[in-house]
Nanobody, 125 residues
Framework: QVQLVESGGGSVQAGGSLRLSCVAS????????MTWFRQGPGKEREGVAV????????YYADSVKGRFTISQDNAKNTVYLQMNSLKPEDTALYYC??????????????????WGQGTQVTVSS
């Protein structure tokens, strides 16, 4: 089992920045991909950014490219999401997810085995 705990959410004005953290514990050696998803009010869940634990180029949703950066600190079993130039449409509950699938997962929720409880991000105009 793997447990994921997110933190770092909050309320900011448009144009501001936040950094989210996701700490993984448990049998983390089984994980290949870590991903941030989000679900805004009245919207479906969507993938934001994914990173392979072994390295390689991260993958981003078009809506956040150039503004968000996903990174990892393997020594701390932590994945980060640096969010800059935030917009009101970025308002959502942000989830961290982990996949044991070694193939291409991108943003397919069914390929993720573990999910955190989420951290709320609210961006005001």
């Amino acid at each position: 089992q793997v447990q994921l705990v997110e933190s770092g959410g909050g309320s900011v004005q448009a144009g501001g920045s936040l950094r989210l953290s996701c700490v993984a514990s448990g049998y983390t050696n089984s994980i290949y991909f870590m991903t941030w998803f989000r679900q805004g009010p009245g919207k479906e869940r969507e993938g934001v950014a994914v990173i392979h634990i072994g390295g390689g180029s991260p993958y981003y949703a078009d809506s956040v490219k150039g503004r968000f950066t996903i990174s990892q600190d393997n020594a701390k079993n932590t994945v980060y999401l640096q969010m800059n130039s935030l917009k009101p449409e970025d308002t959502a509950l942000y989830y961290c997810a982990a996949s044991r699938y070694s193939g291409l997962v991108r943003f397919s929720p069914r390929l993720y085995d573990y999910w955190g409880q989420g951290t709320q991000v609210t961006v005001s105009s």
